[in-house]
């Protein structure tokens, strides 16, 4: 058996686990992303975590085939470097491959944290049989990972994919990133909790107000999320229109609303995709979810991406 450790950094939390070549989660830890605290010491508190968990399963250093790291992006993979992440921003520049390189003498790869993603649905997941399928992250903030002719589509520095940032609607505001109405400004779980607090004048997190909407109890939520939904089926046309994919696969937090999110989506590209056959791709619910980040790490070494 050949082993791998997959580490997801993500702004509030890292992952990292122990995964097998056959993609079994041997074990698994969780860490607060301490901002506080500089990258290199943070990169030490994971690599401990990563050393224990070796270390509970009788392994050593040696039986690693090598370890995956998956980020946010920006990030340049070339260099091995953490670029400008906006959830990470004492991380900037950071040279995080070569940071770990103090604690393992193994090889290290890095790349997006949602092309990892993508690789463990290829690898384990809701895309097993597909050789062109775009994955898409809906959480906190919105990216994809893109497989195509049966490899992943990185880029040139391995910023591919990043979704969140293209405009869906000029009309729906300042996106931080400089640009007005980006996908992840309007459809995100941060877009949704932002737009309906400011509406229902107190916090209020996305799920709850997919409960106010879907049970009928709140019109105003009901018409955002109607909203939402129809944003999220103009990137996904788009994605389609560009990439042709034979699927589509729908990750993140608010993929778990379920099904009327799917009916929505699919419905939306049905009438709107350019290409008759592109109207019929099918869209699924990521397989992996907490799990694809780490998976997909460690899939960075197990498999030939």
């Not at 070796?54 to 050593?60: I, T, V």
Request: hydrophobic fraction near 40%.
């Amino acid at each position: 058996m050949k082993y791998a450790v997959g580490i997801d950094i993500g702004g509030t939390k890292t992952a990292l686990g122990l995964v097998t070549s056959d993609g079994q989660v041997l074990s698994k830890a969780s860490l607060t992303t301490d901002l506080s605290l500089a990258p290199s010491d943070m990169v030490d508190k994971i690599a401990e975590a990563a050393h224990r968990l070796l270390s509970e399963s009788s392994l050593q250093q040696t039986d690693l085939q090598g370890i995956g790291l998956g980020a946010p992006g920006p990030l340049n993979t070339k260099l091995g470097q953490i670029a400008e992440p906006p959830n990470l921003r004492s991380w900037w520049n950071f040279p995080v491959v070569e940071s770990f390189k103090r604690h393992f003498q193994v090889p290290i790869v890095l790349e997006n944290d949602a092309t990892a993603a993508a690789l463990a649905e290829k690898w384990m997941g809701a895309a097993k049989s597909a050789d062109h399928f775009v994955y898409i992250t809906i959480s906190t903030g919105i990216g994809a990972g893109i497989y195509s002719h049966g490899r992943l589509i990185t880029g040139a520095t391995g910023n591919a994919g990043d979704i969140g940032h293209m405009v869906v609607d000029p009309s729906g505001g300042d996106c931080p990133c400089g640009q007005r109405g980006c996908f992840e400004h309007i459809a995100s779980g941060t877009a949704i909790a932002r737009e309906a607090s400011s509406l229902l004048q107190r916090p209020v997190t996305s799920k709850e107000v997919f409960e106010l909407a879907l049970s009928g109890q709140n019109t105003e939520m009901k018409q955002l999320v109607d909203r939402v939904f129809g944003n999220i089926g103009v990137g996904c046309a788009t994605l389609i229109n560009t990439f042709d994919p034979e699927l589509l696969v729908i990750g993140g937090g608010v993929s778990q609303v379920g099904e009327p999110l799917f009916e929505a989506v699919g419905a939306y590209i049905k009438r709107n995709a350019l290409n008759p056959s592109g109207r019929n791709t099918p869209v699924v619910p990521a397989a992996l979810q907490q799990e694809a980040g780490l998976i997909g790490a460690a899939a960075l070494i197990h498999t030939k991406y």
